[in-house]
């Protein structure tokens, strides 16, 4: 079992910037893909970005590359997401994922964490 805990939503102005972190708890963490999923209002799930096992590979949706960098240091058991030019379009509760059988998380995960909201007021 992998526990995942999202920290660092919270309301922010457009153009501000948000980092969220999602530390991992009860496996070898080093041995996942992690991953970032939000789901806004009325909407499905939709997938952010995701980093290999190693930190080695990263995966971006379309609407936040540029934007969002994903990254994760294995000694602290901890993924981030540093948000950047954000938009209310970003706002959204936003999941931590993990995986250890895909390489990168973009579609579904074994593993979620409870979310986090981020509001981006106009």
């Known amino acids: 079992q992998v526990q995942l805990v999202e920290s660092g939503g919270g309301l922010v102005q457009a153009g501000g910037s948000l980092r969220l972190s999602c530390e991992a708890s009860g496996r070898t963490f080093s041995g996942y893909a992690m991953g970032w999923f939000r789901q806004a209002p009325g909407k499905e799930r939709e997938f952010v970005a995701s980093i290999a096992w190693s930190g080695g590979s990263t995966s971006y949706a379309d609407s936040v590359k540029g934007r969002f960098a994903i990254s994760r240091d294995n000694a602290k058991n901890t993924v981030y997401l540093q948000m950047n030019s954000l938009k209310p379009e970003d706002t959204a509760v936003y999941y931590c994922?993990?995986?250890?059988?895909?390489?990168?998380?973009?579609?579904?995960?074994?593993?979620w964490g409870q979310g986090t909201q981020v509001t981006v007021s106009s």
């Open positions: 994922a993990a995986d250890s059988t895909v390489r990168l998380v973009t579609r579904t995960a074994g593993y």
